[in-house]
């Protein structure tokens, strides 16, 4: 693969970096204090539509969707917009002034791949435009969804409408209050073959027998103000045409849509990995201990050095991933999708904890977004499919590949 940055994808950095420099970087701070001190915890500041006003007006809006989508998107291709997602990775919120933030980018995608052209114009545009945002509820408490096939939630067929009833949780975004539309995952026909059980459809939030029970910690953060929730289904009603393509094809829709989710993730696990790497190099710099600076400390130098080769070769795996994805195909890039899922995550949630350590105290504390970025980097581990599901699944395939 070539190592170097298209033109395209040069300028897109530049303009990228810079607005983040202007426009986000300032005003971290102000974010924060506005989620939690100036109004419902659970909606989003008016700054950032502001931002997004911005965003859109210097052509930095949907740089997530690929050219077979245009005129929606920048039409980048994984390689392309690889660099992108980490330079947003690294402040947390930053992907939803660019419309690029998850599970948006895959709710996005799964409509525009799939949709019917009357899902398209009543779900699909407002979310391209920004004005709503979205939730996939999937995971449930009740089985093991790193296995998806165990899904219990019942989607029944009655003439000219479904009924559902379930229970979810971990429904990323479904606490906020610009949240309009779910796409939820269950199962039409148990008595099937296991792969095509399950089907998926459209529920607008507000769908009588749709209650919002909680939010959902990770690791101690309630992610204000986009939130996990979990979510009851209790006889709810929706119209036939609110299912995505046809009954049977929601596991086919969810390998579709976890493939690009998967790779998006671990770009901008890339980014906070960074920039906590950047963090950590500011404050050896600052701080003093047993007379003279951290950075002079040979541990502290060794830890910074194993840092950034850590990055780097993760940050190098990734590109080769999205590369591969370009040219093959997602199926076919399977094995180094899943190897990235192993590796970026892992290795974030390391980078992250030595910056941590080398704050002290004040990286535990709400004055940093460091332990916010652990937090994101452990549950990665767990969503889009644990670590186990991919080394076992990796492993399979290169015994098999070998036993040819």
Known sequence: MNFDYTDKTKSLMSQLDQFMQTHIFPIEDAYHHAVFNEGPVWQTPAMMQDLKAKAKDAGLWNLFLPEEYLPHGAGLTNLEYAPLCELMGRVLWSSEVFNCSAPDT????????????AQKQKWLLPLLAGEIR???????????????TNIETSIVNEGDHYRINGRKWYTSGAMNENCKILIVMGKTDPSAQRHVQQSQILVPIDTKGVTVVRPMAAMGFLDEPVGHAEVLFEDVIVPKENLIVGEGKGFEIAQGRLGPGRIHHCMRLIGCAQRALDMACERVNKRVAFGQPLAKQQSVRESLATMHCKVEQARLLTLKAADHMDKYGNKVAKNIIAAIKIVAPTMACEVIDEAIQMHGAAGTS???????????????????????????????NLAAAKAL
């Open 134 to 148: 979205s939730a996939f509820a999937m995971t449930e408490p009740d089985v093991a969804s790193s296995d998806a």
């Open 106 to 117: 895959g709710n996005m995608e799964v409509l525009a791949k799939y949709g019917n052209e």
């Open 366 to 396: 709400q004055d940093t977004q460091l332990s916010a970025m652990l937090a994101y980097a452990r549950t990665i581990r767990l969503a889009d499919g644990p670590d186990q599901v991919h080394m076992m699944q990796l492993g399979r």
